[in-house]
């Protein structure tokens, strides 16, 4: 049954899966989505606030210049006759009666030579002022104070007769706008955190799948083929879901068959090679019982000579012994034991090999033998008796390629993660013909052998995930070599 992937899991979406790790939220589509739609939203609010609150201060300032204004002309027509008349006490009443008016900061009349003849600071009357007579300076007021100034001249048929001079204060006007600039910023992270949110659902909607999809693919890279992914909305992503459940349906379909072909050959394969193996040993047997069978019929008829006899026995023992030789091989071929993979040093396998075959006399003692190590103690993982073997059965056939003297080397390198084996002769050389079907089992190219020696070998080297690499030149020699995995 397939399994549906409803959402990435648990694990997934907390990032504990690997793909999350190697993703940084920072590359997500979900951050993404969500710091363009905040840093959108705040720009947006942002100019909106700003734009308000310019217009809210213009507005609010001219109707603050208009009443200041007002005031002042009311102020200058209030004054003049008094002024003229250098009524100080009607001076002085008008201007505590401005001070009374909302907003007024301050309040002064000033005569045309710059005396302050009334003012709401009383420390101020008597003063002359003709500097801000004549540059329309404000009143001198505490730093801080944020005071609109305003100022009228009084004439009179065309004279200037003195001026009048009026500070409103913005105070009020200032904090409107403050408020209204508190409230603006206020919206502005109201809607960056419903913007924020917005955008974590809409992507979280919009990503669900293809985080299921990731998942799916991670699975499906690790054989999984029954693994889906739920596609029941109808966006796009929805209709990527179900592409890609489509695809692996189709994957899945292909993949079996693909098995299923591979299954048919394999046993194709075995058949044929079932076949070929009984043309071998048939073949192998045939010429050594028929040379049997023809010396029994011959000494069965009980008339032949003493020496003749003698002969004939001798061929049935000589072919008895070459058939019990071919099937002992072919036993050790067809029985490889498992091999015992463990931790070993190789140089010191190889070193104790050479001196094994230094020592074995049935070896032609023109032959040398040498060890050309990359180190004191390489060590490897694999199983010391049967990569003994190897190595005995490769030197064998080096040295029986060699017609009187010779050198056979065994060397081992190592690179970072393994160990290379050669063994390199200075014999005829395998001839071409041999040279692709050598490891192949009966392909011999010696009178007296069985042609088993390497395919024993490559079952070995095979089973410890490794392939015999040959090459070799008519008359010069032969380079036979195989990696072992270091420890
Ligand atoms: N180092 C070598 N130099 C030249 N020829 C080689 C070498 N190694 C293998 N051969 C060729 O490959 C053939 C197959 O070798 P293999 O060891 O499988 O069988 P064999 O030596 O003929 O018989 P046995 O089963 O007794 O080992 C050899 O008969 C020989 O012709
Ligand atoms: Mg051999």
Same mark, same amino acid.
């Given at each position: 049954m397939n399994a549906i992937l409803?959402?990435?899991?648990a694990d997934v979406l907390s990032g504990n899966a690997d793909w999350s790790k190697k993703l940084p939220f920072t590359s997500t589509l979900r951050f993404r989505l969500i710091l363009s739609v905040a840093v959108v939203h705040a720009v947006l609010m942002g100019l909106f606030i700003w734009d308000a609150v310019s217009e809210q201060s213009d507005s609010l300032r001219a109707e603050l210049q208009n009443r200041g204004h007002a005031l002042t002309s009311l102020m200058a027509v209030a004054t003049t006759n008094a002024l003229l008349a250098e009524d100080l006490a009607s001076l002085a009443e008008v201007t505590a009666r401005i001070r009374n008016?909302?907003?007024?900061k301050y309040g002064e009349v000033v005569d045309a030579e710059g005396?302050?003849?009334?003012?709401?600071?009383?420390?101020?009357?008597?003063?002359?002022v003709r500097d801000r007579i004549a540059s329309s300076e404000a009143m001198p007021l505490p730093a801080g104070d944020h005071v609109l100034d305003l100022r009228e001249d009084i004439k009179v048929a065309g004279r200037t007769v003195g001026s009048v001079f009026l500070g409103l204060s913005t105070d009020n006007l200032d904090h409107a706008l403050a408020a209204t600039r508190n409230e603006g910023l206020l919206f502005i992270l109201i809607a960056l955190v419903a913007g924020s949110v917005a955008a974590w659902a809409l992507s979280f909607a919009a990503t669900r799948n293809l985080h299921a999809m990731i998942l799916a693919v991670r699975r499906i890279t690790g054989g999984d083929m029954d693994v889906r992914v739920s596609a029941?909305?109808?966006d796009e992503v929805s209709l990527l879901a179900r592409a890609f459940n489509t695809m692996v349906e189709s994957l899945q379909r292909t993949s079996e068959q693909v098995r299923s072909e591979h299954e048919k050959r394999t046993e194709a394969e075995r058949l044929a090679c079932v076949g070929e193996l009984s043309a071998s040993i048939a073949h192998e047997i045939r010429n050594p019982l028929s040379a049997i069978i023809n010396s029994v019929k011959l000494l069965a008829? &009980?008339?032949?000579?003493e020496d003749d006899r003698s002969q004939l026995t001798g061929i049935v023992n000589g072919e008895a012994e070459r058939l019990q030789r071919i099937l002992n091989d072919f036993l050790t071929f067809s029985r490889v034991p498992e091999s015992k993979v463990q931790s070993a040093d190789l140089c010191q396998l190889v070193t104790e090999t050479v001196a094994l075959l230094n020592n074995?006399?049935?070896?032609?003692?023109?032959v040398t033998m040498r060890a050309r190590l990359c180190c004191q103690q390489c060590l490897g993982r694999f199983d010391p008796d049967q990569i003994r073997q190897v190595l005995m059965n490769l030197v064998m056939n080096a040295v029986q390629a060699m017609s009187g003297s010779g050198e056979v080397v065994i060397e081992v390198a190592a690179t970072q993660h393994d160990l290379i084996v050669r063994v390199i002769d200075s014999g005829s050389g395998i001839p071409d013909e041999l040279i692709d079907k050598?490891?192949?089992?009966?392909?011999?190219?010696?009178?007296?052998?069985? &042609?088993?020696g390497l395919s024993i070998v490559q079952r070995i080297l095979m089973q410890h995930g490794s392939k015999l690499q040959i090459v070799s030149h008519r008359g010069v020699g032969t380079e036979v070599s195989f990696i072992l995995s270091g420890a």
């Amino acid at each position: 049954m397939n399994a549906i992937l409803e959402t990435a899991p648990a694990d997934v979406l907390s990032g504990n899966a690997d793909w999350s790790k190697k993703l940084p939220f920072t590359s997500t589509l979900r951050f993404r989505l969500i710091l363009s739609v905040a840093v959108v939203h705040a720009v947006l609010m942002g100019l909106f606030i700003w734009d308000a609150v310019s217009e809210q201060s213009d507005s609010l300032r001219a109707e603050l210049q208009n009443r200041g204004h007002a005031l002042t002309s009311l102020m200058a027509v209030a004054t003049t006759n008094a002024l003229l008349a250098e009524d100080l006490a009607s001076l002085a009443e008008v201007t505590a009666r401005i001070r009374n008016q909302p907003d007024v900061k301050y309040g002064e009349v000033v005569d045309a030579e710059g005396n302050v003849l009334a003012s709401t600071d009383s420390r101020r009357i008597g003063r002359r002022v003709r500097d801000r007579i004549a540059s329309s300076e404000a009143m001198p007021l505490p730093a801080g104070d944020h005071v609109l100034d305003l100022r009228e001249d009084i004439k009179v048929a065309g004279r200037t007769v003195g001026s009048v001079f009026l500070g409103l204060s913005t105070d009020n006007l200032d904090h409107a706008l403050a408020a209204t600039r508190n409230e603006g910023l206020l919206f502005i992270l109201i809607a960056l955190v419903a913007g924020s949110v917005a955008a974590w659902a809409l992507s979280f909607a919009a990503t669900r799948n293809l985080h299921a999809m990731i998942l799916a693919v991670r699975r499906i890279t690790g054989g999984d083929m029954d693994v889906r992914v739920s596609a029941t909305g109808k966006d796009e992503v929805s209709l990527l879901a179900r592409a890609f459940n489509t695809m692996v349906e189709s994957l899945q379909r292909t993949s079996e068959q693909v098995r299923s072909e591979h299954e048919k050959r394999t046993e194709a394969e075995r058949l044929a090679c079932v076949g070929e193996l009984s043309a071998s040993i048939a073949h192998e047997i045939r010429n050594p019982l028929s040379a049997i069978i023809n010396s029994v019929k011959l000494l069965a008829r &009980g008339d032949i000579a003493e020496d003749d006899r003698s002969q004939l026995t001798g061929i049935v023992n000589g072919e008895a012994e070459r058939l019990q030789r071919i099937l002992n091989d072919f036993l050790t071929f067809s029985r490889v034991p498992e091999s015992k993979v463990q931790s070993a040093d190789l140089c010191q396998l190889v070193t104790e090999t050479v001196a094994l075959l230094n020592n074995d006399s049935s070896l032609p003692q023109t032959v040398t033998m040498r060890a050309r190590l990359c180190c004191q103690q390489c060590l490897g993982r694999f199983d010391p008796d049967q990569i003994r073997q190897v190595l005995m059965n490769l030197v064998m056939n080096a040295v029986q390629a060699m017609s009187g003297s010779g050198e056979v080397v065994i060397e081992v390198a190592a690179t970072q993660h393994d160990l290379i084996v050669r063994v390199i002769d200075s014999g005829s050389g395998i001839p071409d013909e041999l040279i692709d079907k050598v490891t192949r089992p009966f392909v011999t190219g010696r009178n007296n052998g069985t &042609g088993l020696g390497l395919s024993i070998v490559q079952r070995i080297l095979m089973q410890h995930g490794s392939k015999l690499q040959i090459v070799s030149h008519r008359g010069v020699g032969t380079e036979v070599s195989f990696i072992l995995s270091g420890a």
